[in-house]
């Protein structure tokens, strides 16, 4: 048994004084005394040494002629801060089967790849009595199965186990990519159960990985370090190797990590994005709505939407709504003939139409065909294409332009007037002035 084993188990106890007593994993022939204490459990070394023709076991500078003297002296004195009490109960040894087994005998239990069964008897070498989740008692093939503890999960019972824990599929679930600490720290603590988990990327080490898990009362992040071995990539944590990162997890869904074992992955919070600009929908049967408003402020006039600037938002929202964002403040400019919503998208605007450039921009010196935009020049729209790409004429040049770096004029904004069928295009203040 590992230490960390019977930490887990003598931990799963309440009482101080629970033990066991399993063999060393450094010492071959000597044997480990655990203890439950407070808050920890204590292990003590047993040595066994002969002496001349007699075996003696021996802790700290204490002989005993055999292991249940030695205990029965434990449960009179105190280890550490507390005399042993009792036992800890052997929790009953659970397999799962790696193969399909049919059976050929009434008294051979059959089962299918990836069931857990529990282990009554071991009969033999290579025949165990077992009893399968339905109840039904029967002898199996030793080497059909293997311990439901083992590390080491074959490739073939992993999707059943990944499945059991809510890993599977591992590409999706766990997997937060890059995210800062403090961001893993909220979205785990926003958690009510001890074992929720997600890995992100390393900020320090690249290449590397954390794995953050849920405790009591804070998310203890632990480092995953992916290293080369000769022709081979391995997952470490701490002194832990591993091939893959879903047998890591797996592995620590049977282990403590600290004080508790995982349990499931953090959910993944729901990605959200606000729109820039209307669109209808150019599927004819389209029978759902799926038009936003673009809201304006209330009265006979219209406006333009300005939100605050920020790192995920451009400053200017030109048709851009978040119900649900209470720091958008309209900005409004006269223009009596528009309704309060107005709902025609830039797609199915009546061309030519006039657009003002709000964001400027030089185009690749190879491109003959770009325009060059500058902030406040007005441009007349004459093809609106779904890859963003618009055609129009600016200062009798005829080129493309990318649709993000214009905003079309109102019809009622007195920027231009139409006589015979001619537009003059007056100055116009940039859209920086207008904030």
């Keep these: 048994?590992?230490?960390?084993?019977?930490?887990?188990?003598?931990?799963?106890?309440?009482?101080?004084?629970?033990f066991l007593v399993r063999d060393s994993n450094s010492i071959a022939g000597d044997f480990v005394l655990c203890v439950r204490e407070d808050t920890k459990v204590s292990n003590y070394i047993i040595n066994k040494?002969?002496?001349?023709?007699?075996?003696?076991?021996?802790i700290g500078d204490q002989l005993f002629?055999?292991?249940p003297k030695l205990l029965t002296f434990?449960?009179?004195h105190y280890l550490d801060t507390t005399p042993l009490r009792r036992p800890a109960p052997k929790k009953p040894e659970k397999v799962i089967s790696r193969y399909d087994f049919e059976g050929s005998d009434q008294d051979d239990l059959p089962f299918?790849?990836?069931e857990i069964l529990t282990i009554i008897r071991k009969d033999e070498d290579q025949w165990w009595t077992a009893k399968n989740q339905q109840g039904q008692i029967g002898q199996i093939p030793v080497p059909y199965v293997q311990r439901a503890s083992d590390p080491l999960l074959k490739a073939e019972r992993e999707p059943e186990r990944l499945k059991e824990f809510g890993i599977w599929p591992f590409q999706n679930s766990w997997y937060f990519g890059p995210m800062t600490r403090q961001d893993a720290t909220e979205v785990l603590m926003s958690e009510r159960d001890r074992g929720v988990f997600l890995v992100r990327d390393s900020n320090s080490i690249a290449g590397d990985f954390v794995?953050?898990?849920?405790?009591?009362?804070?998310?203890?992040?632990?480092?995953?370090?992916?290293?080369?071995q000769q022709d081979q990539t391995f997952y470490r944590i701490g002194d832990q190797l591993f091939e893959n990162l879903p047998k890591q997890l797996t592995f620590y869904t049977l282990h403590y990590l600290d004080t508790t074992p995982l349990r499931r992955p953090a959910p993944k919070k729901p990605e959200k994005v606000i729109s820039r600009y209307d669109f209808e929908g150019s599927c004819e049967d389209n029978t759902e709505d799926h038009s936003i408003?673009?809201?304006?402020?209330?009265?006979?006039?219209?406006g333009i939407m300005l939100g605050p600037s920020n790192n995920q938002h451009s400053a200017l929202f030109a048709s851009v709504t978040c119900k649900s964002d209470a720091t958008i403040h309209p900005t409004t400019t006269n223009c009596h003939q528009l309704s309060n919503s107005l709902k025609t998208s830039d797609l199915n605007r009546k061309l030519p139409a006039y657009a003002r450039v709000k964001q400027a921009r030089v185009p690749n010196a190879y491109d003959k065909t770009a325009l060059k935009l500058e902030i406040g020049d007005i441009i007349k729209v004459t093809k609106t294409n779904i890859n963003g790409q618009w055609e129009g004429e600016l200062k009798v040049k005829t080129g493309h332009f990318p649709f993000t770096h214009v905003e079309?004029?109102?019809?009622?904004?007195?920027?231009?007037?139409?006589?015979n069928n001619t537009t003059d295009v007056h100055s116009v203040p940039s859209a920086n002035n207008l904030i």
């Design 65 to 67: 002629e055999n292991l």
């Design 49 to 58: 040494i002969q002496q001349q023709d007699q075996t003696f076991y021996r």
């Design 112 to 114: 299918r790849r990836g």
């Design 293 to 302: 408003d673009r809201p304006f402020s209330s009265g006979s006039n219209c």
């Design 211 to 228: 794995l953050c898990v849920r405790e009591d009362t804070k998310v203890s992040n632990y480092i995953i370090n992916k290293i080369q």
């Design 408 to 419: 079309f004029i109102a019809d009622c904004d007195p920027l231009y007037k139409t006589e």
């Design 74 to 76: 434990y449960t009179l």
């Design 1 to 18: 048994m590992t230490r960390q084993d019977a930490t887990e188990v003598l931990m799963s106890e309440r009482d101080r004084g629970v």
